[in-house]
T-cell receptor
């Protein structure tokens, strides 16, 4: 079975540009999570969806960040405008139900210059 | 709020030896799951093992086993017969199953870098 798929794997952009990260969860999983990993703050949950509906976005750092899930097999995390402090590894994860194991994608390493 | 502490920033072990990584957590809840994830240089987060708090028996997965001490709020990972491919960052994580704002969310420790030497 295919795991969680993320694209791109690496993204380098300049401050002020729009960045879009993409995620395809494991088929049949009803929950999708977006995380950010930095040296200073470790792994942080940004937002999660249930059946394509955002349930908790309390971890989204500011209005420059937005996430959507237009269907069960696709989600995006957008940063507009991007800033150097957004540089991090962004992970997508999915799970069958909320209280079960989350399976992570390979991550997107974002560098904002 | 729950906290997860990994007190060993770095560990090293010789190939074929056994190593134990420590994790403690702080919670007032009684219903939760605990996880160990592995992050090799490829950055992929890989599930190593899971422990349900209601189970007294320690979880095992091949060479990986845990020592779950619920009263002490301790959850250590033992890797037996260490292999070069075990070199990675290891994260301990807590998932609250009892309700509240952290319900169903993973809280991660800061990680332990494990290096396996030939």
């Amino acid at each position: 079975d295919a795991g969680v798929i993320q694209s791109p794997r690496h993204e380098v952009t300049e401050m002020g540009q729009e960045v879009t990260l993409r995620c395809k969860p494991i088929s049949g999983h009803d929950y999708l999570f977006w995380y950010r990993q930095t040296m200073m703050r470790g792994l942080e949950l940004l937002i999660y969806f249930n059946n394509n509906v955002p349930i908790d976005d309390s971890g989204m750092p500011e209005d420059r960040f937005s996430a959507k899930m237009p269907n069960a097999s696709f989600s995006t995390l957008k940063i507009q405008p991007s800033e150097p402090r957004d540089s991090a590894v962004y992970f997508c994860a999915s799970s069958l139900v909320l209280l079960e194991t989350q399976y992570f994608g390979p991550g997107t390493r974002l560098l904002v210059l | 709020a729950q906290t997860v502490t990994q007190s060993q920033p770095e560990m090293s072990v010789q190939e074929a030896e056994t190593v134990t990584l420590s994790c403690t957590y702080d919670t007032s809840e009684s219903n939760y799951y605990l996880f160990w994830y592995k992050q090799p240089p490829s950055r992929q987060m890989i599930l190593v093992i899971r422990q349900e708090a209601y189970k007294q028996q320690n979880a095992t997965e091949n060479r990986f086993s845990v020592n779950f001490q619920k009263a002490a709020k301790s959850f250590s990972l033992k890797i037996s017969d260490s292999q070069l491919g075990d070199t990675a960052m290891y994260f301990c994580a807590f998932m609250n199953h009892a309700g509240g704002t952290s319900y169903g969310k993973l809280t991660f420790g800061q990680g332990t870098i494990l290096t396996v030497h030939p």
